[in-house]
Structures are given as structure tokens and as C-alpha cells.
């Protein structure tokens, strides 16, 4: 069962940069003196990617999106730890774009940041992940790592575009508290598996936008099933606000990790 995640306006996807794309920013990055970020310089690259070759059949690149190569790369450059630097020398460096609908390889890039900095390595195969956003606070699902960083305090970041939001809404998160697996829709015969004090991430519906938030479970109204499934009715208090309101459970969403009876 799929869910939407819709922001307050959708944004064209971008299928993120070529594996030549990404090489020759990289060197550009490494030996050019030209204003690297400069609308002017970032133009001119994207027109020389959009009309190459390699680009045939893909969206074509916009200036802004090589501009937030640039930025995050610089970024990625001045904030990581020396120490850091020194140790990961010989460790193979994480992919700049990778999708996230390659199970694999998406495991691959958050074991090897949760691995530089120190952290625990759970069995990733084969997930699909979301991130909360820090304009919000709501979580989204994750298309794909641009990018990653270690701050001054070791503690790790990865860039992430968001699915259905171009480079213009991607974000620096934290990969220990903003990154998790895809959360799970309940099925309407397990209603039982909740009780109260349960985490679980409900959609949170207004009239200019529904968005999912996580939320605790303050109380809930046993119903009989009819035809259309369950019928319970679930006290929440979502985290972000501490409002409360009444829902069913298909605005409810099981988060992997969490024991739910």
C-alpha cells in the first residue's frame, strides 16, 4: 500500500547526474580556479551536460542543480573532522548520487557512514528509507543520498532529495536521527498489534496539505469490523505540536523498529 507524501507544491524529479557528470564536476572541483558556484559557470556546465551524449533520453540539467553539487561538495569538504579524513583514506568513498531504488546500493552508502562514524551497522538490505525534514519536522520518503558530511562533532549527515521535489527542497539530515526505513500503512487486521503509548507515524490532514508526523497513541476506541475494515477510533498526540486528534487506522503507519503488541 502506497502513500503520499505531497508537500505544498510538487516539484519535477530529477534523475540525478551521470557517472561522467559526476567525474568531471569532481575534477572541476579539484583543479578549476573558476567561481565554481557562479550562475554564469553553472550554466555553462549544465548546457554542456544537457547536450551530451550521455544525457540522451534524460531530463535535461539545470544550472541550480550543479550550483547544489558544488555547494555540497564544498561543504562536504570543510566540515569533516581531520581525524576522520586521516582514517577514511583508504576506505572506499561513497557514491556523490546513488537512487534509492537500488536496495543494495542504498545500503551500501548508509553502512559506510554509520561505519566512518562510529556507529552500530544494522542489516540494510533491501530498504527503502524516509527522512524527517528540519523545515517541518514531517517525514518524507527518500529518493536518493547526493552527498555526505561529518560535522566537527563526528557525528554524520547525508544530502537527500526527497521522492517528487527537485534539487531546490534537498536537505542536509542526520543519519542517526532523521534517517530510518520506509515506515509501513497498517493492514485493517492489525489493529490489535496496537496499544497505548505506541510511536507511530499519521498522517496529519489539513485543508491546504497532508503530511506525516509522528505521533504517540494516547487512547483508543475498540469498534466492531464492518465491510470497510476497521473501524477503531485512535486518540493521537503528534510529537511536532503536541495536538491531539482522533483518527482511523488508515492514517496510521507501523515504524519499523518499534514493537508494537
Aim: hydrophobic share 30%; charged share 30%.
Amino acid at each position: 500500500m502506497d502513500r503520499l507524501r505531497p508537500r505544498q507544491r510538487q516539484r519535477p524529479n530529477f534523475s540525478g547526474f551521470t557517472k561522467a557528470e559526476i567525474e568531471k564536476m569532481e575534477k572541476l572541483f579539484l583543479e578549476s580556479r573558476e567561481p565554481l558556484q557562479s550562475k554564469e559557470f553553472c550554466q555553462k556546465i549544465a548546457r554542456s551536460f544537457s547536450s551530451s551524449a550521455g544525457r540522451a533520453g534524460k531530463p535535461i540539467v539545470k544550472w541550480t542543480e550543479v550550483q547544489n553539487w558544488f555547494v555540497a561538495r564544498q561543504q562536504e569538504s570543510t566540515s569533516k573532522v581531520p581525524s576522520l579524513n586521516e582514517t577514511s583514506k583508504n576506505q572506499s568513498r561513497i557514491p556523490e548520487t546513488c537512487p534509492l531504488n537500488n536496495g543494495h546500493q542504498s545500503s551500501q552508502i548508509l553502512k559506510g557512514v554509520l561505519s566512518n562514524a562510529g556507529e552500530k551497522v544494522p542489516d540494510l538490505s533491501d530498504l527503502e528509507f524516509e527522512a524527517k525534514s528540519s523545515k517541518d519536522g514531517a517525514w518524507y520518503d527518500v529518493e536518493m543520498f547526493l552527498t555526505h558530511r561529518f560535522l566537527s562533532s563526528g557525528e554524520a549527515e547525508v544530502l537527500v532529495r526527497f521522492v517528487g521535489f527537485g534539487a531546490e527542497e534537498d536537505e542536509w539530515v542526520n543519519v542517526k536521527k532523521a534517517v530510518r526505513e520506509r515506515s509501513i500503512p497498517f493492514e485493517h487486521s492489525e489493529c490489535h498489534k496496537l496499544t497505548v503509548g505506541d510511536l507511530v507515524l499519521c498522517l496529519q490532514e489539513r485543508r491546504d496539505q497532508s503530511i506525516y508526523y509522528d505521533a504517540h497513541i494516547l487512547e483508543i476506541e475498540r469498534k466492531t469490523h464492518d465491510i470497510r475494515g476497521c473501524r477503531c477510533l485512535f486518540l493521537i498526540r503528534y510529537d511536532h505540536d503536541n495536538s491531539e486528534e482522533r483518527v482511523r487506522l488508515r492514517r496510521l503507519c507501523h515504524i519499523p523498529g518499534r514493537q508494537n503488541r
